[in-house]
């Protein structure tokens, strides 16, 4: 008998300073309590310890019996998806009619520290309130076939914008005043690039004198003509 009085103690200590975590969804444009599937459930983590809770009516998930400690909350939904939550309860100080049970909650962040606190997220009544941060999408959408996305490439607006100047070039060219069209005329028989596409060698021009072949092959040409030497 006297062996069961320690362990009925720490029982009743430990019943003491257990207490009701109630976790509320924040009502938000993005979710809708009622439209959530019933399988939606949170847990309360901590080492050796692990408490579920599945979603009530009033969009609440409520633990029962969570003992002193710091947890995770997690909320497990097939549809939409959560942000994590610590939630720390713990003992604070005491008066007539005994200890008084605190829950403290933040909005915490995966891979960081667990000390690294977000923004505090107890609100009335002492529940703790989650964020729902969207829906989840499992598919991705295939993309559709628009003729204005090949229009957005680069090279096909140069090639549009080359062919139109080739195709009304020449309409430019007989609706222009006949002294500037012979003024134009005149200036492309004197450049260079019309001897270089045309193949025909202009005695005043050093570009279409070049011989390429003559170079690369490493003949020199003669100034006073006739052949050449190596």
Known sequence: MRSILPILGALAVTLASATDVTLRIIRSPNCNTHTLPPS????LTTLGKHHSALLTPAGEFVFHNV????YLADVHCSTHAFSPVRIDVAVGGGDEAGEKVVVEAWETYRGNSWGNKGEVMVGEGGSVGVRCLGGKNYFIERPTFSVFSILKNP???LALVSMGLFVGMPYLVDNMDPEMRAEFEERQKS??????LSGQPSSGNPIADFDMAGYLAGSKKEKNGGGSRR
């Open 67 to 70: 003992s002193e400690g710091s």
């Open 155 to 157: 090279m096909i607006l």
């Open 40 to 43: 939606s459930h949170a847990t």
């Open 191 to 196: 450049n260079p690039m019309n001897s270089l």
